[in-house]
């Protein structure tokens, strides 16, 4: 059973809009949270990651929200360029095991 | 930089065969995760070693699959008697033992025919 998921298998976007990218988690002990950004042929790069005592945190054109009560966490893109685009994996977990959503492929259009 | 490799990039096995991957983590990294992602699949857990402690093997998917890490650095994972099913990028991460970010290598795609 998936305890991180990513319902959006795609998302296209206009370059300099917002992107929003969603993920939902089943465990409410999960304490830590990451995405992840990943180009073909490449590893998953590190993006921007997210404590459980935080609602928000902000890194350049990044930032994550956290909705505990509701399980799920977004992250926005603003403004959205075309290097952006790639597939885009949330993680939350706890200790040292962390579980991956199926990953969001962003398209931002020139 | 020194990231995290992993070797080889792409493996093609018959079905039956063993088959064994490397990874080289970041120096100094105490921590060591293996993953795989089937086609239109997220990462999947296999395993996870820490230190000098008994690795979280509850991952690993059947006794088919094995995995360790020699001197605290470079790990290989075996899979033996491979079957088309085990098809899958296979990725490995390693990451210090301060912070929860784990640093990805390019993963080694595995075909099995």
């Known amino acids: 059973d998936q305890q991180v998921k990513q319902n959006s298998p795609s998302l296209s976007v206009q370059e300099g809009r917002i992107s929003i990218l969603n993920c939902d988690y089943t465990?409410?002990?999960?304490?830590?949270f990451l995405w992840y950004k990943k180009y073909p042929a490449e590893g998953p790069t590190f993006l921007i990651s997210?404590?459980?005592?935080?609602d928000k945190n902000e890194d350049g054109r990044f930032t994550v929200f956290l909705n505990k009560s509701a399980k799920h966490l977004s992250l926005h893109i603003v403004p959205s360029q075309p290097g952006d685009s790639a597939v885009y994996f949330c993680?939350?977990?706890?200790?040292?095991?962390?579980?991956f959503g199926s990953g969001t492929k962003l398209n931002v259009k020139p | 930089g020194a990231g995290v490799s992993q070797s080889p990039s792409n493996k093609v096995t018959e079905k039956g065969k063993d088959v064994e991957l490397r990874c080289d983590p970041i120096s100094g990294h105490t921590a060591l995760y293996w993953y795989r992602q089937s086609l239109g699949q997220g990462l999947e857990f296999l395993i996870y070693?820490?230190?000098?402690?008994?690795?979280?093997k509850s991952g690993l998917p059947s006794d088919r699959f094995s995995a360790e890490r020699t001197g605290g650095s470079v790990s290989t994972l075996t899979i033996q008697r491979t079957q088309q099913e085990d098809s899958a990028v296979y990725l490995c991460a390693s990451r210090t033992g301060l912070d929860y970010e784990q640093y990805f290598g390019p993963g080694t795609r595995l075909t099995v025919t």
């Open positions: 070693f820490q230190g000098n402690s008994a690795p979280d």
């Open positions: 993680a939350a977990g706890k200790f040292n095991k962390f579980y």
């Open positions: 465990n409410s002990m999960f304490d830590y």
């Open positions: 997210i404590s459980s005592i935080k």
